[in-house]
């Protein structure tokens, strides 16, 4: 059972972190639409590449497509960290402050101790192998470098079943855990004092 919530909880934290990858998914769309579509900027910056360009038309047409292409790439690179620095964010600040996540406390679990320094730990290890390393592969596929994402992608992996497996083990302890010092407990469920018997005569 405890092996279910724990699972549960992480579903529930990387739902959060979904979320938020869809939300800076559809700002980077329009970012990059607003880009395409700005006309007089187009046309000032082709115009003025077109005039430098000693009449090398192609060459112009190609420097202006590169150009937007760049921008493009800086959008998405700039989401993928977005993405990285709030889902660290988020973990740091609610272990730090409440030793639980959203997901932990909704199923009744708490990481301890939370120390602002261990949870900060905590929180890295679980940003890299929940996020991070897979922002990198998908960076490095937007950049272009294929085999090198797909190196990428597969410590990705490897990196997600290091933090997860340990968990299955006797002491469930993940990677980050052992890392930061950490544990992940069940919260204390408190209960009413017991009542002496009444005594009947």
Known sequence: MPKLR?????FIDFALVLTLAYLLAALTF???SALVTDVPELATHGGFDLLT???DVVGASETLGLSLWHRAVLDVEEAFGML???TFLYQWGCLALAGRTLGKGL?????TPNAPSRAAVRAAVTTAADIA???VACILLVEGQFLLSVLVWALAVAVFLLNALPVLAPARRSLADRLAGTAVT???????AATPPVRTF
């Open 6 to 10: 724990r699972a549960g909880a992480w």
């Open 30 to 32: 329009h970012r990059i």
């Open 53 to 55: 360009s000693q009449g």
């Open 84 to 86: 990285i620095v709030a």
């Open 107 to 111: 199923l009744g679990l708490r990481v």
């Open 133 to 135: 390393v897979y922002a």
């Open 186 to 192: 069940a919260l204390g469920v408190s209960t009413p």
